[in-house]
C-alpha cells in the first residue's frame, strides 16, 4: 500500500512539474514575441538582421518579473512601459556582453 501511494505521489509530482514547465515556456514564448515587436517597432536603431539575436540576449538576462510583465505586455500590447522596461535590460552589462557576440555576429552574417 505505501509502495502504491509512493508511486502515485512520485507521478503527481511529475506531471506537476512537467505543467509548470508547460506554462513556462507559453509564458516565456510570450514574452519572446513582445520584445521582438517592440524592438522591431519602437527601437529603430537595432537592425531588423538582429531583431532576433537582440531578443534573445534581453529575455535572457530578464528576470523572472521581467519576464512576467513582457509576457503580460503579448496581451495588453506594447506600451511605454514596456519599451523602459526593455530598456533597462539592455543597459546591463551581460546583456551588452550578448548583445556584442550574438548581434554583431547576427550582422556580419
Do not use: H, W, Y
Request: overall charge neutral.
Amino acid at each position: 500500500m505505501i509502495r502504491a501511494l509512493s508511486l502515485a505521489a512520485i507521478l503527481a509530482l511529475t506531471a506537476c512539474a512537467e505543467t509548470t514547465q508547460a506554462v513556462d515556456d507559453v509564458g516565456r514564448r510570450s514574452a519572446k514575441a513582445t520584445v521582438a515587436k517592440a524592438l522591431s517597432t519602437r527601437f529603430p536603431a537595432v537592425p531588423q538582421a538582429a531583431v532576433t539575436p537582440f531578443t534573445d540576449c534581453v529575455i535572457d538576462n530578464a528576470s523572472l518579473r521581467e519576464l512576467r510583465s513582457f509576457a503580460g505586455d503579448a496581451i495588453t500590447g506594447v506600451d511605454e512601459a514596456t519599451v523602459a522596461l526593455i530598456t533597462t535590460v539592455l543597459q546591463r552589462p551581460e546583456t551588452q556582453q550578448c548583445i556584442a557576440t550574438r548581434g554583431l555576429a547576427a550582422l556580419a552574417a
